[in-house]
């Protein structure tokens, strides 16, 4: 289990893509376990919203991390700034439906920045910086597609199996430094991701609130992979086959 009394005295916690949905859950919860917060989204007006609903101590840092170079200029930011990071949960990620060939290069471009690319430089500069210390936490915030490809939703699903593949290599890495290193992978959760994605929400989407408290739960505990709701982990034991034609019925276009 993490000291998580220990790593919220040392320094603050890092949440991106925190303005609204599961990043905010998990900026509200961490901040209910009394960490300073440093929270980073596109968007400034939803993110100071965001900040005044929150507890504590609550820096702002607003970015687009699918621009170039992003990710790394947020980071330089904020040590700029003095703050020290114990923990990070890399959240922000974007997707798109349709068929694989119909997604523009653009948005498949723009996936890849925020999902894969961002989400690594960041992990890098976090864990070179805790492994140094010998202390910190490290949350990457995937899906349950990292565990089959994803039909009509391709390079989302493609993006969340490398970070879940990323994170949990990170991990064996990291542990014998004093790090702990985290994968969360919730299923759909009731939140706008899928209308900015362009697809409709289930009818089972899990509430985001539920689904960040059993989450920092799970990762205050130093698991290696979290997977929010019952009917999520039951369905990691179906053959990826069956699971990937499932998505497709589910995320074909009508």
């Keep these: ?14 949440v991106t893509g925190a303005s609204r949905g599961f990043g905010f859950e998990m900026a509200k919860q961490l901040s209910r376990l009394g960490f300073d917060l440093v929270i980073t989204g596109r968007d400034r007006a939803a993110l100071g919203e965001a900040a005044a609903k929150l507890d504590g101590d609550v820096a702002v840092y607003p970015a687009d991390l699918s621009e170039p170079g992003a990710a790394k200029k947020l980071y330089g930011a904020i040590k700029a700034d ?30 890849i920045s925020v999902n ?19 202390y910190g936490a490290l949350c990457n915030v995937c899906s349950v597609g990292a565990f089959q490809p994803g039909p009509y939703t391709a ?6 199996s490398f970070l879940h593949s990323y994170t949990l290599a990170c991990r ?24 900015s994605a362009g697809a409709v929400k289930p009818r089972a989407a899990m509430s985001a609130e539920k689904a960040a408290e059993y989450a920092v739960r799970r990762f205050s505990h130093g698991a290696a992979t979290v997977v929010p709701g ?3 982990r039951a369905a990691r034991l179906l053959p990826a ?12 276009p009508r």
Aim: proline share 2%; aromatic share 10%.
């Design 230 to 232: 019952f009917w999520n």
């Design 1 to 14: 289990m993490l000291n998580f009394n220990e790593l919220k005295a040392r320094g603050a916690a890092l």
């Design 82 to 111: 003095g703050i020290t990071l114990s923990v990070l949960v890399n959240n922000a990620g974007l997707g798109a439906s349709g068929e694989a060939w119909e997604v523009s290069e653009e948005r498949d471009g723009k996936i």
């Design 116 to 134: 894969v690319s961002a989400a690594v430089t960041l992990s890098k500069l976090f864990l070179s910086d805790a492994c140094r210390r010998g």
């Design 241 to 252: 086959c069956v699971k990937t034609a499932a998505v497709a019925r589910m995320k074909k």
């Design 172 to 195: 064996y890495e990291a542990k014998s430094r004093g790090v702990a290193v985290t994968s969360v992978c919730p299923g759909p959760l009731d939140t706008g991701f899928f209308r």
């Design 155 to 160: 390079s989302y699903y493609a993006s969340k």
